[in-house]
Antibody, heavy 120, light 106 residues
Framework: QVRLVQSEAAVKTPGASVKISCTAS????????IHWVRQAPGQRPEWMGW????????EFSRKFQGRVAITRDTFASTDHLEVFTLGSDDTAVYYC?????????????WGQGTLVTVSS | QMTQSPSTLSATVGDRVTITCRAS??????LSWYQQKPGTAPKVLIY???TLESGVPSRFSGSGSGTEFTLTISSLQPDDFATYYC??????????FGQGTKVEMK
């Protein structure tokens, strides 16, 4: 079955960067998009961006444009999310999510989440 | 933009529970519903507005199309106390979640 396993929790100081990994199994990784969603404490989930395998690049929410990067290592079946210049409001659980179909179908499969805490 | 209501709902076991999401423009039936418990990822209950995800109990149902959508729990069970979110996915990306509804014990 589809499985997404994320890297461990991280604690960062303001201004630092964090890189989170998401390793997939149980399906043909190279064909499917992976989205990144974050959820701050007590808040609704928020879509950040996605990697589009057909184009070989990523697209981002306007809110995160220029401050995040998404890369893919097809051989390792792993996507990475990197967030730069962290602030305290970046404290959240970050999820990788696979859509139901190759590029469409909403958030069907979720990783377990990676807690990022930004604190001085 | 997705407007979800109510934000909190107090109910007892056996109650019929209804949660609503309203879209600012038509999204056809590109909407799904999720249940989330503390410390865990959201779990999909319903997709395409009314299709029950495999393994989800039949007491959960979804309806609606266009701009108005409803999640119904026909008879609330102890395991159903949680927070529920709707998600619109009319586009390939730029997903938008509702604000969430916390179902708590009355």
């Amino acid at each position: 079955q589809v499985r997404l396993v994320q890297s461990e929790a991280a604690v960062k100081t303001p201004g630092a960067s964090v890189k989170i990994s998401c390793t997939a199994s149980g399906y043909n990784f190279r064909n499917y998009a992976i989205h990144w969603v974050r959820q701050a404490p007590g808040q609704r989930p928020e879509w950040m961006g996605w990697f589009m395998p057909a184009k070989g690049n990523a697209e981002f929410s306007r809110k995160f444009q220029g401050r995040v990067a998404i890369t893919r290592d097809t051989f390792a079946s792993t996507d990475h999310l990197e967030v730069f210049t962290l602030g305290s409001d970046d404290t959240a659980v970050y999820y990788c999510v696979r859509s139901r179909f190759v590029t469409f179908g909403g958030a069907a499969h979720w990783g377990q989440g990676t807690l990022v805490t930004v604190s001085s | 933009q997705m407007t979800q209501s109510p934000s909190t709902l107090s109910a007892t076991v056996g109650d019929r529970v209804t949660i609503t999401c309203r879209a600012s423009q038509s999204i056809s039936n590109w909407l799904s519903w999720y249940q989330q418990k503390p410390g865990t990822a959201p779990k999909v209950l319903i997709y395409r507005a009314s299709t029950l995800e495999s393994g989800v109990p039949s007491r959960f149902s979804g309806s609606g199309s266009g701009t108005e959508f409803t999640l119904t729990i026909s008879s609330l069970q102890p395991d159903d106390f949680a927070t529920y979110y709707c998600l619109e996915y009319k586009n390939f990306s730029e997903w938008t979640f509702g604000q969430g509804t916390k179902v708590e014990m009355k």
